[in-house]
Every structure is written in structure tokens, then in C-alpha cells.
């Protein structure tokens, strides 16, 4: 996962040859200032999954539909973060469906739980991103491994 504004300080041509020579062909971009550093990693064989927030904002909606990567959806609202005609993450995820996005939607911020995870799949998810959850056990991992398995199963 990158800012745009991380790209744009490092510059596009240093950034995407470091990504090939690493041998990355997926990047979340984030932060985005319009199309044009997202359609230049799609033109460079990049898929591009875009992060769309609860909100349901339009341009990150429209930039999501013009990506060729996964969508990554806001699992769960911050305060304020709710859109009165996407009130649910099922209603935000039916609404990507019905603006013609097909590829997998996976949900990430916000999911903590199996639970989370449970209500990600029920609203039409592909899947989930889960970090600190996990990463906060990573001194126990007994604890991980059940934690993992949790999620595992309401996935």
C-alpha cells in the first residue's frame, strides 16, 4: 500500500522500477490526487486497487470502477464517516456491485474481530483485511494461532 503522495515525493520513474525489480505486480493506492499516477501504473502492467472509504465518496467510487485491481472497502465507519444512502456495509457494498464493479471486494479497517469478519462476509465481501488484531498477539502465539483460526472460520 502506497500514498500517491508517497509516489509523487519519490518519484513515479524510481518508485515503479523499484516495484518491478522487486517483482510487484499489485499496489493499493491511496490519497489519490485524480487518475493520472493510477492509470500510469495500469499503463506500466500494474493492477491498482483503490481504497474506498465509508463514505462512499464519488471520485473514489469512480476511481475504484476505473482500477483493474481489487477494491478496498472501509469495513466499518469512523465517526461522521456514514453516508445517509449507504447507511450499512452491505448497502456500500451492493452499491459498488451495481456500478458495474465485478472484481473482488475485500474489507479492511475497522474489522477486529471474527465477528467483524462474520458481518464483512454477510454484507457480500470477497474477503477481509485483518492487521493489528493479529499483530497485536504476535508475542503470544498461541493466542495468534486461535485468533487466526477465529477468523478463519466466520470467513
Do not use: W
Request: some cysteine.
Amino acid at each position: 500500500m502506497t500514498y500517491e503522495s508517497t509516489v509523487t515525493e519519490i518519484g513515479y520513474e524510481r518508485f515503479i522500477a523499484f516495484c518491478k525489480a522487486q517483482g510487484f505486480e499489485d499496489i493499493i493506492l491511496v490519497g489519490q490526487q485524480g487518475d493520472a499516477v493510477k492509470n500510469r501504473f495500469i499503463a506500466d502492467g500494474m493492477r491498482v486497487s483503490c481504497y474506498v472509504q465509508f463514505q462512499m465518496l464519488s471520485d473514489e467510487v469512480e476511481s475504484a470502477k476505473q482500477s483493474n485491481g481489487f477494491v478496498y472497502m472501509q469495513g466499518k465507519p469512523g465517526a461522521g464517516q456514514t453516508n445517509p444512502d449507504f447507511p450499512t456495509l452491505k448497502d456500500c457494498i451492493d452499491h459498488l456491485r451495481t456500478q458495474g464493479i465485478t472484481r473482488p471486494i475485500y474489507c479492511g479497517v475497522g474489522i477486529h474481530t471474527p465477528a467483524d469478519a462474520k458481518m464483512a462476509r454477510e454484507a457480500g465481501a470477497d474477503g477481509v483485511f485483518v492487521g493489528s488484531a493479529v499483530l497485536r498477539l504476535h508475542d503470544d502465539p498461541a493466542a495468534m494461532t486461535k485468533m487466526i483460526q477465529d477468523f478463519k472460520r466466520e470467513c
